[in-house]
């Protein structure tokens, strides 16, 4: 577990494709270069999403987890 | 006559020779990426992934157009405008084929209106976005959607028939320039 500083949480549990990403995207905006956003999310589609996501917008996909279900993404805006 | 079917001889192998490196693509780098996707089908198992791919491109920072043709046009007919059209033949589509995203039907097993019903109804279950939903999502990814002039021209419906924010209208010349343009252009 990583102690790293969160700035904004999307909880996308329960959202199926596209959402979590559309969501995820959306907050993005919100946040200035190098903030951290963490998304929780319960599609299991969304642990390639997130990594082709990452790929495709260059945010970085710090840390991805997952706990009884839930799947739980660490991004850094570039 | 004796026919001997003799597989040609094998040349061999002769790739042993390194193939120069792929320079790595710079450009694509820099260039934001576009999706093109002509809207033509209408129908609720198409304008779903249509809706689907779309958003998703929007969300992924690629940029995404929308043209959309013929049938396809149909669900872009805002709420409340319930008959489209000037004469009676036009008139009489827009009866049969009732305008409006919540009205799409299905490309097989619509079954009167029982197929979407049930298909929405695992929709919700499962948490899947509507087409209402979708489409208001990727509208506010910034995906365009460009209604094709000689449709609305073909089924009478006007620019005020169809919902806020979509694009100009366009002819064949504009998609084409719009598809060869784009990274990856799909017909759904």
Redesign the interface.
Known sequence: MTMTKVDQIVDARGLACPMPIVKTAQAMKGLASSQMLEVLATDAGSVRDFQAWSRSTGNVLIEMTEEAGTYRFLLQKK | MTLVAEPPALAPEQRTTTAPALEPEVEAETKT?ELVIVNWSGEFDRILPML?LS??A?????GCKVFVTFWGLLPFVRDGKRLTGENWMQKMLALMQRPGIDHVKLSKMNFMGMGPWMIRSLMKK????SPRE?LE?AQ??GVEFVPCQMTMDLLGIRREDLIEGMGEPAGAAAAIEMMTGANASLFI
Do not use: D
């Open positions: 990426k689907i958003s998703a929007g969300a992924s920072g690629v499962y948490h899947v976005a979708l999502a506010a990814m």
